[in-house]
């Protein structure tokens, strides 16, 4: 069965570091990095939201539009909250292609009670693979309006719970141009 809460994936960003948007760019077989990551997610979550700045892509899917014109993750969770009226969503940035199921399993089966439930990979945190709840948008509201668009400073003042992880590959980020070339021989191979 497929998973109640929502899962959204993040693809507003500037991909200033790829060069060019790195969610519009072509990945295994199919057209673009947002929709591979779409469609991995569709066969755990009922629904999935493509969170962005614009209606950039190419596939039919439920778009939440920032409400901020900052450029940060940060911009993208409080427009979420702001816009879904949900308690609960699972966040995915759309850079990782390589996560896999049964860590997106073992985040959702953590109870719930905390404002957020977060990846720690080889102690690493990993904001943009995790469980955040409506608690934590009074928090992030505040940090917003600060300026102080940082993840993990947001994630210690909340309550959050942190999945150790210790995996080589599923928390592959493609940053850069080489990481995606290294992703391509991966998924092709
Ligand atoms: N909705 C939304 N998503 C964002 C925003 N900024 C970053 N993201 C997403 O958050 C994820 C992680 O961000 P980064 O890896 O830094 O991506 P980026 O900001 O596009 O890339 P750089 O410009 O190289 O830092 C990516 O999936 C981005 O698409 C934003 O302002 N709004
Ligand atoms: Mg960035």
Known sequence: MKHKMPAVIFAGGKSS????????????????????QYERLSKIFEKIYLSTKS???????????????????????????????TDEIFILSVDVPFIEENIIKSILKEPSGYDAVIAKN???????????????????????????????????????????????KAFMNLNHPHEYREALKIISS
Do not use: W
Request: proline share 6%; glycine share 8%.
């Open 122 to 168: 080889k102690g690493q945190l990993q904001p943009l693979c995790g469980r955040y709840s409506r608690s934590i948008l009074p928090l992030a509201k505040a940090e917003l309006e600060r300026g102080n668009h940082k993840l993990g400073i947001l994630l210690q003042q909340a309550n959050t719970s942190y999945m150790a992880f210790e995996e080589k």
């Open 17 to 36: 570091r790829m060069g060019e948007d790195k969610a519009l760019l072509p990945f295994g077989s199919f057209p673009t990095l947002v929709q591979y």
């Open 55 to 85: 209606a950039k892509f190419n596939f039919e899917a439920p778009l939440i539009q920032d409400l901020y014109s900052e450029s940060s993750p940060l911009v993208g969770l409080v427009s979420v909250f702001e816009t879904l009226d």
